[in-house]
């Protein structure tokens, strides 16, 4: 029996009109789980919604999240009685399930939509706004292997006392890359299409434990077993197109030998609780990481250090606390900038893009912190504002946008860097 269908939607950069059209072509039902359903934009308040969408509409209290103002921590009002209400209507239609947030993966709803996942009989995606979106979400959010009953698993998982972290990641990549960061001493950088956003959360993880994240790789043109391990310590992704994605994998100790490891069936997929299947091609996975990781690095190059080695710490006197705060009075010159340039920088690039997004590393604040991040970012001075004389006049090309990291590197030297020279930087 297939499962129930739940669509999830950000309403965030959207047209009423259009998520109208989408629900009725899907002849679904919109649940609206914010806790206060009003906003800012009328249009998207609870008696416009009504008056649009009539019977298929339903606001959803028990399902908000009380610390909406803030975000976090997420406190779902009454998950049960949301859960009831939810359950009742998948039996007799799909359902639309919208809050604000436009970055659905900081949103409470992608919270319900787990809980959902594991413990009822739900499949959850995002929803797309016509049939190119959707046709995007559908392959994105798609079954991670076929499926199978779960086998009995061969291999016993690290422990808490590992340097390893419980998860790893398992990807499918051609012998030819592998090789050669293999042979450049076991440190490079793996480009792959497609969001890698569940290992970039893995690796938050990793780090917030103190621990490395484990990747296992299997041949491209033979798989079967693990022909490579490594370890990861950057996922970079970068958005190529209004749906597109490739992400950059930085991996260290990469090693191999003449033999497989281990058979990838060794591997269990975190979300399945099943082995991968022998014939699985797709992409990556998120597994659980095996006790043999201690027997494959028990020999290689020392793990890549938690604190980075340029940072040194003062064996002798380490600080603890300092006392800070005191009032100062100091005058100072400044020199003049014109906010009016800089709205409209950003107004060319919204009108441009429909977002902004850092010119050097292509971070987008509203992706990654949602609502708190729209219309922010900083205006770069690509001819330094301390080098202009009085009367000088700066037009819009002299503009950059940029993230505060990347603003400050561009500043970090006695000469101010270009645009190019730290996107040259970066990639290196």
């Known amino acids: 029996m297939a499962k129930h269908r739940l669509y999830l939607v950000g309403y965030t950069g959207k047209k009423p009109e259009d998520l109208h059209r989408r629900v009725t072509e899907l002849g679904a039902v919109l649940v609206d789980a914010r806790y206060r359903p009003f906003s800012r934009n009328a249009r998207w308040n609870k008696s416009n919604l009504e008056q649009m969408f009539g019977a298929s509409y339903m606001h959803l209290e028990a399902w908000g999240n009380l610390n909406y103002k803030s975000g976090f921590?997420?406190?779902?009002?009454?998950?049960?009685?949301?859960l009831?209400?939810?359950?009742?209507l998948l039996k007799q239609k799909p359902v639309v399930l919208m809050c604000v947030c436009k970055n659905l993966s900081l949103c409470h709803i992608a919270n319900l939509s787990y809980r959902l996942e594991d413990e009822e009989d739900v499949e959850c995606i995002e929803l797309g706004m016509d049939e190119e979106e959707q046709a995007y979400w559908d392959a994105e959010f798609a079954p991670e292997e076929s499926a199978k009953p779960v086998q009995t698993v061969r291999s016993e998982y690290v422990t808490s006392d590992s340097r390893f972290f419980d998860k790893c990641i398992f990807d499918i990549v051609k012998s030819e890359t592998l090789d050669k960061i293999v042979d450049a001493g076991g440190i490079g950088t793996i480009t792959k299409k497609g969001n890698w956003k569940s290992a970039q959360k893995f690796l938050c993880e990793a780090n917030a434990k103190e621990k490395v994240l484990p990747v296992f790789f299997d041949y491209a043109e033979e798989f079967g077993g693990i022909a490579r391990a490594g370890i990861i310590t950057d996922i970079r992704i970068?958005?190529?197109?209004?749906?597109?994605?490739?992400?950059?994998?930085?991996?260290?100790?990469?090693?191999?030998?003449?033999?497989?490891?281990?058979?990838?069936?060794?591997l269990i997929v975190?979300?399945?609780?099943?082995?991968i299947d022998p014939g699985y091609k797709k992409g990556y996975l998120l597994c659980r990481t095996t006790k043999e990781v201690d027997?494959?690095?028990?020999?290689?190059?020392?793990?890549?250090?938690?604190?980075?080695?340029?940072?040194?710490?003062?064996?002798?006197?380490?600080?603890?606390?300092?006392?800070?705060?005191?009032?100062?009075?100091?005058?100072?010159?400044?020199?003049e900038r014109n906010q009016?340039?800089?709205?409209?920088?950003?107004?060319?690039?919204?009108?441009?893009?429909?977002?902004?997004?850092?010119?050097?590393?292509?971070?987008?604040?509203?992706?990654?912190?949602?609502?708190?991040?729209k219309g922010f970012i900083e205006c770069h001075h690509t001819v330094p504002v301390s080098q202009m004389v009085?009367?000088?006049?700066?037009?819009?090309?002299?503009?950059?946008?940029v993230c505060a990291n990347c603003h400050r590197m561009l500043h970090r030297e006695t000469t101010v860097l270009s645009i190019e020279e730290l996107q040259k930087?970066?990639?290196?």
């Open 73 to 82: 921590p997420i406190q779902i009002a009454d998950y049960d009685a949301g």
């Open 84 to 88: 009831k209400v939810v359950l009742r």
């Open 238 to 266: 970068i958005k190529t197109g209004k749906h597109t994605f490739v992400t950059e994998v930085d991996v260290e100790n990469l090693v191999g030998s003449d033999e497989d490891f281990f058979g990838r069936e060794e």
């Open 270 to 275: 975190d979300s399945k609780n099943q082995e």
């Open 295 to 335: 027997a494959i690095f028990s020999s290689s190059p020392p793990l890549p250090p938690l604190i980075p080695t340029d940072v040194s710490l003062d064996p002798v006197s380490p600080i603890k606390e300092a006392e800070e705060g005191r009032e100062r009075v100091r005058l100072h010159k400044t020199r």
């Open 340 to 373: 009016a340039l800089v709205k409209q920088k950003k107004a060319e690039a919204l009108q441009t893009s429909g977002c902004l997004v850092c010119q050097v590393c292509g971070f987008d604040f509203v992706e990654t912190y949602g609502v708190l991040g």
């Open 390 to 401: 009085e009367g000088q006049k700066t037009q819009l090309k002299d503009l950059a946008l």
């Open 425 to 428: 930087a970066l990639r290196t």
